[in-house]
């Protein structure tokens, strides 16, 4: 019933910046909580940042200061603000969301199909 398009990775030196979008389509009545996790080769995916209905955030202490989530609810699209890159942050990054339906308070996860990041000189 949603689909979430992922764009906006790619290769960047150590020290620069990227802005991760994921934009949903389809049936949406409402979103609620939007999130980025990423996942590195041979390491457990994690969450990286969050960002509830009400606009209020939380992010992983590794990227602190470094990343700022955001969203723009007329394009039902959330953003990842990625500075200050290290090579540690190299990983497939994705985008996920719960939504709810009309006619119901259940909420269903939904996943984007990754985009991958490097950051390497």
């Known amino acids: 019933q949603v689909r979430l398009a992922e764009s906006g990775g790619g290769l960047v030196q150590p020290g620069g910046s990227l802005t991760l979008s994921c934009a949903a389509s389809?049936?949406?009545?409402?979103?609620?909580?939007m999130r980025w996790y990423r996942q590195a080769p041979g390491k457990q995916r994690e969450l990286v940042a969050a960002i509830t209905s009400d606009y209020s955030t939380n992010s992983a202490d590794s990227v602190k200061g470094r990343f700022t989530i955001s969203r723009d609810n007329a394009k039902n699209t959330v953003y990842l603000h990625m500075n200050s890159l290290k090579p540690e942050d190299t990983a497939v990054y994705y985008c996920?969301?719960?939504?709810?339906?009309?006619?119901?308070?259940?909420?269903?996860?939904?996943w984007g199909q990754g985009t991958q990041v490097i950051v390497s000189s």
């Open positions: 996920n969301l719960d939504h709810r339906p009309w006619g119901t308070t259940r909420t269903f996860a939904y």
């Open positions: 389809g049936s949406i009545f409402s979103i609620e909580t």
